[in-house]
């Protein structure tokens, strides 16, 4: 009989040992999937600063004069829109946490939009966890105020359409990494510049980005505004034609037959993306940001394909009229950088 308990003790202690070692295992597993699981608390980050104002999380490196704190929040945005505006969304998020010392993360259906085209990096919050959270939604504008700095609350939702270089231009090169688009589609779209280019030499691609869709009557009869017409688009690829030697320019668009019927394609240096039919998102921008340079028209796609390319960019400018309730939401020199080159628009369909 006492042999017999000896042996239980035994097994009862082995039973106990591999059950933490298994839990132990598991939560350490749990820890370093990038879907955060913890329905009944949630964790302590320790956040802290270095003088460029990048994360460190390795106390021992900071000295006296820099910022360090105990994060007990979460920090979020609210995924609004399309391509465009949800990497608006993203960039302006990581800014305004990083800011306000906070970490940020994002929401699953965020990420299920955004990873397949890009190497983003920021944590996905899991649902459950986002829906048991009382947050503090927090309304911006689409341009950088100080008040900004100083949002209060730990878990915070940012709401609206931000997509200005002034939330996080200081941090450029952080968000053209976060951007950076899956090696498959980035192949795909060299593979489609390598074969336009053929035999031609000193070749220069410029990236044509034409928004229409729905824009074709919200401007007018909303907005009071225009969209990019072909004047518009002759004076731009006229300003490459002029400087470079051999461009070469690749149009993706939404209304695919306006553009292959106002698109002055005489030279024969015009390439329409997906032979002329309307391509996915993630194809049409990886192919504009696989070109040396930039024309864009209005909306938050052509934003991001000039901003990520870094070379010459022409825009659409003033293509609103001056009472129009656009402007109360959109500033132009927030949204386009100084060393762009603006088009004044068009407004005189407005005026008939």
């Known amino acids: ?21 298994t839990f132990s295992v598991l939560y350490k597993l749990q820890l370093g999937t990038r879907f955060l699981y913890f329905p009944s608390s ?50 302006t998020l990581l800014a305004l946490a990083r800011a306000n010392g906070h970490q940020a993360y994002i929401l699953q259906d965020m990420h299920n939009y955004l990873a397949p085209i890009f ?11 986002a ?25 915070v939702k940012i709401t609206g359409y931000p997509c200005s270089w002034t939330f996080f231009h200081h941090l450029r090169d ?14 795909e779209a060299n593979a489609v510049l390598q074969n336009i280019k053929g035999d031609r030499k000193n070749v220069t691609f410029v990236g044509v980005h034409v928004r229409r869709g729905d824009y074709v009557n919200v401007m007018p009869n909303v907005w ?41 394609n005489s030279k024969g240096d015009v390439f329409f993306s997906g032979d002329g039919n309307e391509s996915t998102p993630g194809k049409d921008f990886a192919l504009l940001t696989s070109c040396n340079h930039t024309i864009m028209t209005i909306g938050t796609f052509g ?13 659409l400018t003033n293509f609103t009229l001056p009472e129009s309730e656009f402007l109360k939401v959109f500033h132009y020199d927030a949204a386009f950088l100084p060393e762009w080159i603006g088009i004044a628009a068009d407004l005189s369909p407005l005026r008939h």
């Open 303 to 315: 934003f991001w394909a000039s901003y990520l390319v870094g070379g010459e960019s022409i825009y």
């Open 119 to 129: 190497k983003i990096t920021l944590p996905v919050l899991h649902n459950n966890v």
């Open 1 to 21: 009989m006492e042999i017999t308990n000896k042996k239980k003790k035994i097994l009862l202690f082995a039973t106990v040992f591999l059950a933490i070692i």
């Open 174 to 187: 952080e968000i053209r990494r976060e951007f950076s688009i899956h090696d498959y589609l980035k192949n």
């Open 42 to 91: 949630i964790p302590v980050t320790l956040i802290c600063y270095n003088r460029n104002n990048q994360p460190n999380t390795d106390v021992s490196e900071i000295d006296a004069s820099e910022k360090c704190k105990h994060d007990t929040g979460i920090w979020t945005v609210r995924p609004d829109g399309r391509l465009g505006n949800q990497m608006g969304e993203y960039a």
């Open 131 to 155: 829906h048991s959270i009382s947050w503090k939604e927090y309304w911006i504008h689409d341009w950088m105020s100080e008040e900004y700095n100083h949002i209060e609350g730990n878990y």
């Open 224 to 264: 009071k505004g225009v969209i990019a017409d072909k004047a518009y688009l002759d004076k731009a690829m006229n300003y490459f034609r002029n400087k470079y030697e051999n461009p070469i320019f690749i149009v993706a668009s939404n209304g695919m037959d306006w553009c292959k019927k106002n698109i002055d």
